[in-house]
């Protein structure tokens, strides 16, 4: 078992774990993992090299045959920048069918492990605290309604030049959490000893700042 911390933060789509778990690394001068960004991509490979979605073993290829790189903000996939492409919705649905997918879950479990590099790592997804990280020093649930969390992933997609609209996200993100959480394989749940964090009224520095003490505060 690794000795360099792991924070786990766990939550379902547009909870704004992204946002929490970047400033957490940033604060800490930790690592970060946004394992969702390896489902997209994963999505992305599929659709681009033609394998159908419900291809198990296609996919499955697809994902342990691609090159990804993260700098900074910006995301590779071989030699193209796909920062933009990964967060089209119709990418983040793909997304969250293939995960249902044992095999592709197995593909990118050695590449996630990877992401844990001294001095420390907060990783950001459904299953980092029940699957991939389960001995993370610290693990959040982080939670938000609905409605708060339709409204953040509307913004976010009109900032990046998406168009969308309300109805078809609520629509969508209840779609998403029904998939992520009745799924088979590694179902979105809080981890044993996971403390819940409900950011609905929380802005993303208070839900920080929450981790943070929390962190400084775990027993060890
Ligand atoms: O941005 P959003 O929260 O919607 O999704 P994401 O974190 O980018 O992840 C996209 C999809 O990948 C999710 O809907 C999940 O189905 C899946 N996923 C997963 O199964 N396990 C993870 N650790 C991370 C993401």
């Given at each position: 078992?690794?000795?360099?911390?792991?924070?786990?933060?766990?939550?379902?789509?547009a909870?704004?774990?992204?946002?929490?778990?970047?400033?957490?690394?940033?604060?800490?001068?930790y690592?970060?993992?946004?394992?969702?960004a390896?489902?997209?991509?994963?999505a992305?490979?599929a659709?681009?090299?033609?394998?159908?979605?419900?291809?198990?073993?296609a996919?499955?290829?697809?994902?342990?045959?691609?090159?990804?790189?993260?700098?900074?903000?910006?995301?590779f996939?071989?030699?193209?920048?796909?920062?933009?492409?990964?967060?089209?919705e119709?990418?983040?649905?793909?997304?969250?069918?293939i995960?249902?997918?044992?095999?592709?879950?197995?593909?990118?479990?050695?590449?996630?492990?990877?992401?844990?590099?001294?001095?420390?790592l907060?990783?950001?997804g459904?299953?980092?605290?029940?699957?991939?990280?389960?001995?993370?020093?610290?693990?959040?649930?982080?939670?938000?309604s609905?409605?708060?969390?339709?409204?953040?992933?509307?913004?976010?997609?009109?900032e990046?030049?998406?168009?969308?609209?309300?109805?078809?996200l609520?629509?969508?993100?209840?779609?998403?959490?029904?998939r992520?959480?009745?799924?088979?394989?590694a179902?979105?749940?809080?981890?044993?000893g996971a403390?819940?964090?409900?950011?609905?009224?929380?802005?993303?520095?208070?839900?920080?700042?929450?981790?943070?003490?929390?962190?400084?505060?775990?027993?060890?």
């Amino acid at each position: 078992m690794s000795s360099i911390p792991v924070i786990a933060i766990d939550g379902p789509t547009a909870s704004g774990k992204g946002t929490v778990a970047q400033r957490v690394a940033a604060r800490l001068g930790y690592h970060y993992l946004d394992s969702g960004a390896l489902y997209r991509l994963a999505a992305l490979s599929a659709l681009r090299g033609g394998a159908s979605l419900a291809d198990e073993t296609a996919v499955a290829i697809q994902a342990r045959a691609m090159t990804v790189r993260f700098a900074g903000e910006r995301i590779f996939l071989g030699e193209d920048e796909v920062s933009n492409a990964i967060r089209a919705e119709e990418v983040g649905n793909s997304a969250s069918r293939i995960a249902a997918l044992p095999a592709v879950r197995q593909a990118l479990y050695d590449l996630q492990l990877g992401f844990r590099q001294a001095p420390g790592l907060v990783a950001d997804g459904r299953d980092m605290a029940t699957v991939i990280f389960p001995d993370a020093a610290l693990k959040v649930f982080l939670t938000a309604s609905v409605e708060a969390r339709a409204q953040r992933r509307y913004k976010q997609l009109i900032e990046k030049g998406f168009s969308a609209s309300m109805a078809d996200l609520l629509k969508d993100l209840a779609e998403r959490d029904a998939r992520d959480t009745n799924r088979a394989v590694a179902p979105l749940r809080p981890a044993e000893g996971a403390h819940l964090l409900d950011t609905s009224d929380m802005t993303a520095d208070q839900a920080v700042d929450q981790v943070l003490n929390w962190y400084a505060g775990r027993a060890s």
